[in-house]
């Protein structure tokens, strides 16, 4: 059993195996991401009803929380994918956690602008310097401080190496954003989502909503795959199946 | 159509018509650039191995 694990986890970290494996997911991720995106955002801009307290701003959230949910499971997958890279040598996860990056950073950024522009609306402004806000900032700042170490190093490897030591670091971040709302005093409401109670959504607002975070979910692993496939070839391009690989590339130009 | 009276409605999404369809264009922008990103890498992975190619022919 533990054997046959051992040579499972073997045969998966590598990048080539990896690599030729990988080919038609993103192709399958991505159309089913738009497929649910595109239903999602069309049923809550048009047909999901207005909400009675906010009025039509509320149609923000379809966009708003599935960016904020994700901006926080990529840096966990970060944080996962570098101790992985640290404990076991993988190269793989260290491919696959660099290239989470970029999109991760993209979905912090666009949980706080449009929770900026929403902010306008409901609270009268457009940021706060309360808990909710701030952390998020921070968690902005330490995907661009991730990318940074990376392009800082001379060799790739101490890229690796510096930026998962600090994603671990900065795993103290999470626990501070999920539970910020109800630590401290903040503008921002308490969670929508909680496992433990029914939502207190109608379902022709909840559905759609729902949508937004599965399809968002499967849109980020269809562009972290994307970019690993790039990063891979990058890495190995010393190696003869990766120059057979950009051959046939150039080729098909 | 949907929850809306008329085509003028749901552009005006009551008066927050600025606030959702500019948190939307972000929304946009950056599903663009997740998309382009990643394509402009694969050309410049590609024109670099072109070089490298050429140098070495020479």
């Given at each position: 059993m533990w054997q046959a694990f051992v040579r499972w986890f073997h045969k998966w970290s590598s990048p080539k195996w990896f690599y030729t494996m990988s080919q038609p997911w993103s192709f399958w991720l991505g159309w089913a991401a738009t497929l649910i995106i595109v239903s999602a955002l069309v049923w809550g801009l048009m047909f999901a009803p207005v909400e009675?307290?906010?009025?039509?701003?509320?149609?923000?959230i379809f966009i708003h929380v599935p960016s904020a949910f994700l901006s926080q499971a990529i840096y966990a997958a970060i944080a996962v994918l570098g101790l992985v890279g640290l404990v076991w040598k993988m190269k793989l996860a260290f491919f696959v956690a660099k290239q989470c990056i970029p999109v991760g950073a993209s979905m912090a950024f666009l949980a706080l602008v449009t929770g900026a522009i929403w902010g306008k609306?409901?609270?009268?402004?457009?940021?706060?310097?309360d808990a909710r806000l701030t952390s998020m900032l921070v968690l902005l700042l330490l995907y661009f401080g991730l990318w940074a170490l990376h392009n800082a190093m001379e060799r790739p490897e101490s890229g690796d190496r510096a930026a998962a030591i600090l994603a671990l670091v900065g795993v103290v971040n999470l626990p501070i954003i999920k539970f910020s709302v109800e630590w401290w005093n903040t503008l921002h409401q308490p969670a929508?989502?909680?496992?433990?109670e029914a939502p207190p959504m109608h379902p022709s607002m909840l559905i759609p909503f729902l949508m937004a975070i599965v399809g968002f979910y499967l849109a980020s692993m269809a562009w972290v795959l994307m970019r690993t496939r790039l990063e891979i070839l990058q890495r190995e391009r010393k190696s003869r199946w990766v120059e057979d690989e950009l051959n046939r590339f150039a080729e098909g130009q | 159509m949907g929850a809306f009276d008329s085509f003028s409605a749901f552009l005006a999404m009551g008066d927050h018509g600025v606030y959702v369809w500019s948190a939307y264009a972000v929304g946009a922008a950056v599903i663009a650039f997740n998309v382009i990103a990643p394509r402009v890498h694969r050309q410049r992975l590609i024109s670099d191995h072109k070089r490298r190619v050429r140098r070495e022919q020479r």
């Open positions: 009675r307290l906010q009025g039509n701003s509320y149609r923000i609306p409901t609270w009268g402004t457009w940021w706060e310097w929508t989502l909680k496992f433990t | -």
